[in-house]
Nanobody, 114 residues
Framework: QVQLVESGGGLVTPGGSLKLSCAAS????????MGWYRQAPGKQRELVAH???????TYGDSVKGRFTISRGNAENTVYLQMNNLKPEDSAVYYC????????WGQGTQVTVSS
């Protein structure tokens, strides 16, 4: 079982930026596919961004052009750079290993408000 710890969430004004980090335990991080998901109150959890072990990325339609997912295999960490944040981006953001196992982090709160 891999342990995931997210950090970097907080309160930001509309138009601002945040960078989330997700640190993974274990020695085979480079083999994992990784994703960022979010869940707002009363809504279903949704995919924000995904990166394969080869570096191929995909994004949810609502964040394309604003968010960037990346990974640092030497640091066992996946990142989510979020720019031009909007109030509708407010949610708990979760990190997830999607392949070859499944594991979720505990989440970090992002609030976009003036």
């Amino acid at each position: 079982q891999v342990q995931l710890v997210e950090s970097g969430g907080g309160l930001v004004t509309p138009g601002g930026s945040l960078k989330l980090s997700c640190a993974a335990s274990g020695s085979i991080f480079s083999n994992y596919h990784m994703g960022w998901y979010r869940q707002a109150p009363g809504k279903q959890r949704e995919l924000v961004a995904h990166i394969t072990n080869g570096g191929r990325t995909t994004y949810g339609d609502s964040v394309k052009g604003r968010f960037t997912i990346s990974r640092g295999n030497a640091e066992n960490t996946v990142y989510l750079q979020m720019n031009n944040l909007k109030p509708e981006d407010s949610a708990v953001y979760y990190c997830k290993v999607t392949y070859p196992i499944t594991s979720w982090g505990q989440g970090t709160q992002v609030t976009v408000s003036s």
